[in-house]
């Protein structure tokens, strides 16, 4: 009987441990790639993605990648994290930069779309940002409750 228990609780903490490892995966990208690195910073697989421009990570469930075309989403939860499966519909806007802070995805192109993620398989776009001239985003940071926008005419800040 004490040898049941045993084995139970050693299938227990090999699980764990596999949950605790596919949470350190980690991603990043280079020209039209997503690669999909493990815990040692090794890259395990790639996903090829045309016209790439950044990703970001949802609840470790899901992952958005901003093209030059639309936004896509993957499924990288549980013995997803690996090998993202590519979920429809997307979001056929282009952006350059995407940010998330808690259920809103902001992307950045000519002007910053805030999606709201309350259902992740289903964003819905809920305001427009202007630019205050016309430029092209580059980059989108937040610190706190401030959306930091670098563009081609500098940075612009929004209260979040």
């Known amino acids: 009987m004490n040898l049941k228990i045993v084995c139970v609780a050693l299938a227990i903490l090999l699980f764990a441990v596999s949950i605790s490892a596919a949470s350190s995966v980690t991603y990043s990208t280079t020209t039209n790639l997503i690669n999909v690195k493990n815990d ?4 395990a697989s790639v996903i090829p993605v045309s016209g ?3 990703v970001v990570v949802y609840q470790g469930t ?8 639309d936004i896509r989403k993957f499924n990288i939860g ?5 090998n993202p499966t590519r979920l429809t519909p997307w979001i056929s806007t ?3 930069s995407l940010a998330i802070k808690e259920i809103y995805l902001f992307a950045g192109g000519k002007d910053i779309r805030v999606y709201s993620l309350a259902n992740p398989k289903s964003p819905r776009l809920v305001n427009i940002k202007p630019l205050k001239s016309p430029c092209k985003v580059n980059g989108l940071e937040i610190y706190q409750n401030v959306l930091y926008v670098t563009t081609s005419n500098g940075v612009q800040t929004f209260n979040i």
Request: charged share 15%.
């Open 40 to 43: 040692r910073g090794v890259i």
């Open 78 to 82: 549980g013995s997803k994290a690996y």
């Open 62 to 69: 899901y992952l958005y990648a901003s093209t030059t075309s």
């Open 94 to 96: 282009p952006a350059n």
């Open 52 to 54: 790439l421009t950044d």
